[in-house]
């Protein structure tokens, strides 16, 4: 059974820090490549980061380089996202997605949620200012 499972939100104040988890299960991480996205209230979900071990890249949206920096952890299989100098504008629910790394259309965009197939059920991360 294929399951990802998000934790580590919660409720922090401006230029504070946040490490959330994605517990992977049923899945091979050297063919499925781990996305960050978040969703906030009346906004399209967009990606954040991925980590794809296909290729050993990480990738980030404009908006968070130089301040989340995504990891992994292959004895625990589980994907890390630590988030500093958090800003109101990353209040969102966060999810954790896997994408089949050998799709043809893989290789661009790598933070494309139509390409990723399995969810975890997110978890809620509130910045105040």
């Known amino acids: 059974q294929i399951q990802l499972v998000e934790s580590g939100g919660g409720a922090v104040q401006f230029g504070g820090s946040l490490r959330l988890s994605c517990a992977i299960s049923?899945?091979?991480?050297?063919?499925?490549?781990i996305g960050w996205f978040r969703q906030a209230p009346g906004k399209k979900r967009e990606g954040v980061s991925c980590i794809d071990s296909s290729d050993g890249t990480t990738d980030y949206a404009d908006s968070v380089k130089g301040r989340f920096t995504v990891s992994r952890d292959n004895a625990k299989n589980t994907v890390y996202l630590e988030m500093n100098s958090l800003k109101s504008e990353d209040t969102a629910i966060y999810y954790c997605?896997?994408?089949?790394?050998?799709?043809?259309?893989?290789?661009?965009?790598?933070?494309?949620?139509?390409?990723?197939?399995?969810w975890g059920q997110g978890t809620q991360v509130t910045v105040s200012s």
């Open positions: 049923g899945l091979n991480l050297d063919y499925w490549a």
């Open positions: 997605a896997a994408a089949f790394v050998n799709r043809r259309d893989w290789g661009t965009d790598k933070l494309d949620r139509y390409k990723y197939d399995h």
